[in-house]
Antibody
Framework: QVQLVQSGAEVKKPGASVKVSCKVSGYTLTELSMHWVRQAPGKGLEWMGGFDPEDGETIYAQKFQGRVTMTEDTSTDTAYMELSSLRSEDTAVYYC?????????WGQGTLVTVSS | EIVLTQSPATLSLSPGERATLSCRASQSVSSYLAWYQQKPGQAPRLLIYDASNRATGIPARFSGSGSGTDFTLTISSLEPEDFAVYYCQQRSNWPPVCTFGQGTKLEIK
């Protein structure tokens, strides 16, 4: 059974960057396709991007291109999502999720608050 | 980009009643559509994939139907734990993107 454990809540100032981690257990990261989804307070789900096994590359939603970087450390089975140039609208819960066609397994979420 | 529109935004029903939630795509997604349930403070949970297949461990009272642009999630007899927000989601191969509907809140009447 796959388990995803994310890093703790963060408070950042506008213009800063944040890096959220997602530790995988039960499988190795190389066997999985990791994606990231965020949810602003009281709002819906927004896909940010993830690993596309079809071509072996990471794809980003157009909205976040140039500002988000998703990486993996296969030695520790940990995935990372870094979002830069933060603004207040980036305040949200950020989820990692395993995609096997659909979002099958989810992390518990990491609240990122952007405030001056 | 494919847009998913869910209706209604809010659905007020009583336990034991039947719930019917709708998801409409701006263009055909074939059967590549999923439904998720999200309760307050929790991550979403996959309920239905490929429009009509129940995910592992999902009770039989949940069913999905549809193809192309119109999809339905039906909960045959509502249990107290079913009151939550439901999202539909599609995946396209090219461009390889995912989109979610805006959600339907199922609340106790």
């Amino acid at each position: 059974q796959v388990q995803l454990v994310q890093s703790g809540a963060e408070v950042k100032k506008p213009g800063a960057s944040v890096k959220v981690s997602c530790k995988v257990s039960g499988y190795t990261l190389t066997e999985l396709s990791m994606h990231w989804v965020r949810q602003a307070p009281g709002k819906g789900l927004e896909w940010m991007g993830g690993f596309d096994p079809e071509d072996g590359e990471t794809i980003y939603a157009q909205k976040f291109q140039g500002r988000v970087t998703m990486t993996e450390d296969t030695s520790t089975d940990t995935a990372y999502m870094e979002l830069s140039s933060l603004r207040s609208e980036d305040t949200a819960v950020y989820y990692c999720a395993i995609v096997g066609g659909y979002f099958d397994y989810w992390g518990q979420g990491t609240l990122v608050t952007v405030s001056s | 980009e494919i847009v998913l529109t869910q209706s209604p935004a809010t659905l007020s029903l009583s336990p034991g009643e039947r719930a019917t939630l709708s998801c409409r795509a701006s263009q055909s997604v074939s059967s590549y559509l999923a439904w998720y349930q999200q309760k307050p403070g929790q991550a979403p949970r996959l309920l239905i994939y490929d429009a009509s297949n129940r995910a592992t461990g999902i009770p039989a009272r949940f069913s999905g139907s549809g193809s192309g642009t119109d999809f339905t999630l039906t909960i045959s007899s509502l249990e107290p734990e079913d009151f939550a927000v439901y999202y539909c989601q599609q995946r396209s191969n090219w461009p390889p993107v995912c989109t979610f509907g805006q959600g339907t809140k199922l609340e106790i009447k």
